[in-house]
C-alpha cells in the first residue's frame, strides 16, 4: 500500500513538471533529500524515480518558452571547471569501472544543479527551493528528535538505508548543515505558527543531531556556534542558552554518548579513527604519485594499491573527508578547484551582507546569506570526517547563494536607475505628483 501510494502521488507530478520544469527541482529535491521511496518495503524501494524526474525537468525545460540564461559568474564557471575536471580525471582513472560508476552519479547531481541555476530566476522559486530541502532534510531530524526522546537518547540515530544520509554520521551532517535554513525561515516568515513549528523543528533536530553519536557532527556543532555567538548581537543571552543547553545535556546524556564523544581525547586507540588517517595517508600518496589527475573516482578501494602506499593499514578505508575524498581522487587541481569553490562562496554571503545590511526590502537576503554561510562553515568542519564532496546539498548552497546576490544585485541596479532617471527639483516650481497620482486627479478634476 505504501509503495503504490508513493509511487502515484510521484507519477501524478509528471504532468505539471512537463508543463512547468521548476516543479520538477522541487520534486528532485524531495527524491534526493527525503528519499521516500526508501520509506517502502516492496517494488517502490528501488525505482529510479530521481531519473524520470530529471528527464522529464530536462525534456520540460527545453521545449519551454522560459529565458534559457545560464548565469555566467564565478560560481557557474567553478561549477563547470569542476565537472569537466572530474570527467578528465575519470578517463585517467586508475580502477576505470569503478570510477565510472561515481562519475555516473555525480554528473547526474552537477547537471541538475545547471538546470537549478537556470529555473530558479526570483525570489519565489528560491523561497520554494529552500522550503523543500528544510521539509526534506527537516522530516528526519523531527522524526529523530522524537525518537531520541522516548529512547532516553540510548540508541543511535539513523537515516533511511542505502542513500546519502543512511549512516549516522551523514544524517547528522546533513542536519546540522540544513538547521541554519530553518532558522532562516524562521525569521523570515510572517505567520507565527509557522515559526513556532520551526522552533520545534529545530530543537528536535539539535537532539537528533546529538543523538547520532557523531563526533564530527559535535565537533561542526561546536565551529557553528562560535560562529553565531562573534556575528550575534545579544552575545551574553546566547552564551547563557548555550550553558544551560549543555548543563542539562551533559546531566541527562546517556553513559554510552559520554563514553563515545571522550573518545576524541584518545583517538589513538580508537580503530576507526587510526583507519580514517590511514586513508588520509593514502590519499596525499596517491596525489603526490599522480598530481595532476589524481586516482580516479573510488581509488580508494584498489587493495593492492593501498597496502602498497600505505603497508601499515590493517584494511582499505573510505576517505573519511571531502578534502582528501578530492585531493586522493582528483589531484592537486581538482582539491584548488573545490578550495576556490568554498571560499568564493563565503565571500558572496559576505557580499550579499554588507549590501543589505540597512536594506528593509533585502533583510531576507541579509538573513539567508549570514545563515548560508553557518551551513558551509558545518560542512567545511564536519565534511572534514566524512565522503560528501559531492553531495547535493552542498552545491544547492551554492546555488541558491548565487541566486540570492544575483537578485540583490538586480534590485540595487534598478534602485540607483530609479534616482538616475527622477528629475532633480526645480528651485520655485512645484513638485512633480507621481503618475498614478496625476491621473487620479485629472479624472476627479473632471468628473
Given amino acids: 500500500m505504501r509503495d503504490l501510494f508513493i509511487t502515484a502521488n510521484i507519477l501524478l507530478t509528471f504532468p505539471v513538471i512537463f508543463m512547468r520544469p521548476y516543479v520538477g527541482i522541487t520534486m528532485w529535491c524531495w527524491l534526493s533529500y527525503m528519499n521516500p521511496h526508501r520509506l517502502t518495503w516492496g517494488w517502490a524501494y528501488s525505482m529510479p524515480f530521481a531519473l524520470g524526474v530529471a528527464a522529464i525537468t530536462i525534456v520540460g525545460f527545453v521545449i519551454s518558452r522560459e529565458p534559457k540564461r545560464f548565469p555566467l559568474n564565478a560560481m557557474s564557471v567553478l561549477i563547470v571547471m569542476i565537472t569537466i575536471w572530474v570527467s578528465i580525471t575519470t578517463v585517467f582513472a586508475i580502477v576505470p569501472d569503478q570510477a565510472a560508476v561515481k562519475w555516473d552519479r555525480t554528473i547526474k547531481i552537477l547537471a541538475m544543479t545547471f538546470v537549478t541555476m537556470v529555473l530558479v530566476t526570483n525570489r519565489e522559486r528560491l523561497q520554494a527551493l529552500i522550503w523543500i530541502i528544510v521539509i526534506s532534510l527537516g522530516f528526519y531530524g523531527v522524526k529523530g528528535g522524537i525518537f531520541a526522546i522516548l529512547t532516553a537518547g540510548n540508541y543511535r540515530v ?35 505558527w509557522i515559526r513556532r513549528a520551526l522552533g520545534i523543528s529545530m ?38 542558552g548555550l550553558v544551560v543547553v549543555l548543563s542539562v545535556g551533559v546531566a541527562f546524556a546517556p553513559e554510552q554518548w559520554i563514553e563515545r564523544m571522550n573518545t576524541l581525547e584518545t583517538y589513538e ?20 604519485r599522480n598530481p ?34 578530492v585531493l586522493g581522487e582528483h589531484g592537486f587541481i581538482g582539491l584548488g578547484l573545490f578550495t576556490i569553490l568554498g571560499l568564493v562562496s563565503a565571500y558572496n554571503c559576505r557580499w550579499i551582507r554588507a ?12 538573513e539567508l546569506s549570514t545563515m548560508i554561510f553557518l551551513s558551509l562553515v558545518g560542512y567545511a568542519v564536519g565534511g572534514a570526517f566524512l565522503n560528501m564532496a559531492f553531495y547535493d546539498l552542498f552545491y544547492h548552497l551554492l546555488t541558491i547563494v548565487m541566486v540570492a546576490k544575483i537578485l540583490v544585485h538586480q534590485n540595487l541596479t534598478n534602485t540607483i536607475k530609479a534616482k538616475v532617471q527622477t528629475p532633480a527639483p526645480v528651485p520655485g516650481a512645484t513638485p512633480a505628483l507621481p503618475a498614478y497620482q496625476a491621473r487620479n486627479d485629472f479624472l476627479v478634476s473632471n468628473r
Avoid at 586507540?269 to 603526490?288: H, I, L, N, P, T
Avoid at 549590501?355 to 541579509?366: I, Q
Wanted: charged share 20%.
Fill in 203 to 240: 530543537v528536535l533536530t539539535g537532539l537528533a543531531v546529538f543523538a547520532s553519536y557523531s563526533r564530527g557532527a559535535l565537533l561542526a556543532a561546536t565551529v557553528m556556534a562560535l560562529m553565531l555567538l562573534l556575528r550575534a548581537r545579544r552575545k551574553l543571552m546566547i552564551v547563557m
Fill in 355 to 366: 549590501r543589505t545590511k540597512y536594506r528593509t526590502e533585502l533583510r531576507w537576503a541579509h
Fill in 158 to 192: 539513523w537515516g533511511p538505508a542505502n542513500t546519502f544520509i543512511g549512516d549516522n554520521n551523514q544524517l547528522a551532517f546533513s542536519l546540522l548543515v540544513v538547521m541554519p535554513l530553518m532558522r532562516y525561515l524562521q525569521v523570515t516568515t510572517e505567520n507565527i
Fill in 292 to 325: 595532476i589527475f589524481g586516482g580516479g573516482f573510488l581509488v580508494q578501494f584498489e587493495h593492492e594499491l593501498f597496502m602498497e602506499y600505505v603497508p601499515e593499514a590493517v584494511k582499505p578505508r573510505a576517505f573519511h573527508s571531502i578534502y582528501f575524498e
Fill in 269 to 288: 586507540e580508537d580503530g576507526s579513527a587510526m583507519g580514517r588517517f590511514d586513508a588520509w595517508k593514502f590519499a596525499f600518496e596517491v596525489a603526490k
